[in-house]
């Protein structure tokens, strides 16, 4: 019986020993690396379909097995680094040195932090060899003298100052005319036409009587008689004077004690009959207009300044006129007055303009070409092609030295002399990227649109990428 016991219990421990060792070879020991991730097989790197339970080598290309994990490695935890500033998510253009809100749109600013290595944001590094196989050239925000200029067509026009209508103060009739054409150059002086005129006649007559009165009373006993005479007789000369008759034809009239029938009228100013309207045998009143003469000596230029340049306008500023059927010869000219509206149908700006005109260059209509030369004074200044438009914002390359490319945002004024003046975003002695910006422009962008993916390799180097 004893025995019939031992040999049952030794069966029983005999099926638990082959349980335990068939069990230990079905549970492989499960694997991890150094880092604790546990691995789940090996394959073949040039053929994956080849899968092993342990390392070793592939038997049909003798390379070694790779791993593959359960799960993938963890991300480290970059650090973000310093805050540059803030912008708005939905407006990158605007940027704040504090947080807060943009008073524009009322959104919640966001910090943009320093990069790796000390850099701004969508810094990009490009080594020395693909700067120069790309046509990479330099330049240096300089505060230079900035000076603009502004093209115009004018109108040459007669000075208003200077136009001269000539009238007769009395009613009558003109006999003889002198001045027979429009475009005849008259002088100061010069006889115009005669005029009979009864009224004129008559004051004539007047004065003579005067005259006579005054003889007869000067001899006589009563002072005040005296006095009343001089004074009809300075009463009638002084309506003969007002009246344009001369102090030549007044003496004259005195001395032959005979009046003038005809009365000459004079040119009261030189200058060029632009109408003219006085006939022989012309019945005339004092609003009929017989002549208007135009000095030339100065002329007016009247120049349309586009709009977006009207601003630049002011009295005083000085000016260059050129001709057509002059080349090569200039005129110098000031703006006397810059009109307060613009034009509704042209959208520009009418200047006013003075120039001299000794040997009548100019002429009234002509079409002159007119230079304004501007001086906007001293201001921060780096070539044009620097500046890389994409219509939205403005962007030029800062060197961050070691190959490192900076993309800035600009703001940007006047242009002129092939250097555009920058009002925000640079500092005097900057060094940029003067021309190559547009496919380092490209690179940058790439670079920002990787990075914001996430993707791996997106804060590699351009030199990398390019190879």
């Known amino acids: 019986m004893k025995g019939r016991v031992l040999a049952v219990a030794a069966a029983l421990v005999a099926g638990f020993l082959a349980g335990y060792f ?16 546990r691995i789940l097989y090996w394959v073949d790197p040039m053929h994956p379909s080849y899968k092993s339970d342990r390392p070793g080598i592939a038997p049909d290309c003798g390379m070694k097995l790779e791993p593959v994990y359960a799960e993938p ?7 973000k680094g310093r805050i540059l500033y803030w912008r708005d998510p939905q407006q990158p253009e605007y940027r704040s040195d504090k947080p807060g809100l943009n008073p524009e749109t009322g959104n919640e600013l966001e910090p943009v932090y320093e990069e790796a290595g000390g850099h701004p944001p969508g810094t990009i590094q490009i080594s020395p060899e693909k700067q120069q196989l790309i046509g990479v050239t330099w330049a240096t925000a300089e505060v230079t003298p900035v000076a603009r200029q502004v093209r115009a067509l004018g109108r040459v026009t007669y000075d208003e100052t200077r136009l001269v209508e000539v009238h007769a103060k009395v009613e009558g009739w003109v006999e003889k005319v002198f001045i027979n054409f429009t475009g005849q150059q008259v002088r100061k002086g010069e006889p115009l036409l005669t ?4 009224e004129l006649l008559a004051s004539q007559n007047e004065l003579l009587l005067a005259a006579r009165a005054q003889q007869i009373l000067e001899s006589g006993p009563v002072s005040h008689a005296r006095a009343y005479s001089r004074t009809l007789l300075e009463a009638a000369r002084k309506r003969l004077e007002l009246w344009d008759v001369s102090a030549e034809q007044i003496e004259q009239v005195l001395a032959t004690g005979q009046p003038i029938r005809s009365i000459t009228i004079y040119a009261p100013a030189d200058g060029y009959v632009l109408q003219r309207q006085a006939f022989p045998s012309q019945r005339i009143t004092p609003e009929t207009k017989l002549y208007t003469l135009a000095d030339l000596s100065r002329v007016w230029i009247i120049a349309e300044v586009f709009e977006s340049e009207a601003g630049l306008m002011r009295p005083g500023l000085p000016a260059r006129i050129r001709l057509a059927h002059l080349p090569g010869r200039t005129l110098s000219a000031r703006v006397s007055y810059v009109q307060p509206e613009l034009d509704p149908a042209t959208r520009t700006l009418k200047v006013r303009l003075e120039a001299a005109n000794p040997e009548l260059i100019l002429k009234p209509e002509m079409f002159v070409e007119v230079e304004f030369e501007l001086s906007l004074g001293r201001k921060l200044t780096v070539p044009a092609e620097a500046v890389l438009d994409s219509g939205l914002r403005k962007t030029v390359f800062v060197d961050r030295g070691n190959g490192y490319l900076e993309p800035r945002q600009v703001e940007t004024g006047e242009q002129a002399g092939g250097r555009v003046v920058i009002l925000k975003g640079l500092r005097a002695g900057e060094r ?3 021309s190559g910006n547009f496919l380092i422009d490209s690179e940058s962008q790439l670079k920002a649109a990787l990075g914001a993916m996430g993707a791996p390799g997106a804060g590699t180097s351009a030199e990398h990428k390019h190879d």
């Open 73 to 79: 490695e963890p991300p480290a935890a970059q650090p």
């Open 22 to 37: 068939a069990t230990t070879r079905r549970t492989p020991q499960v694997a991890t690396d150094s880092k604790g991730r």
């Open 432 to 434: 940029v990227v003067a």
């Open 195 to 198: 005029v009979y005129s009864p």
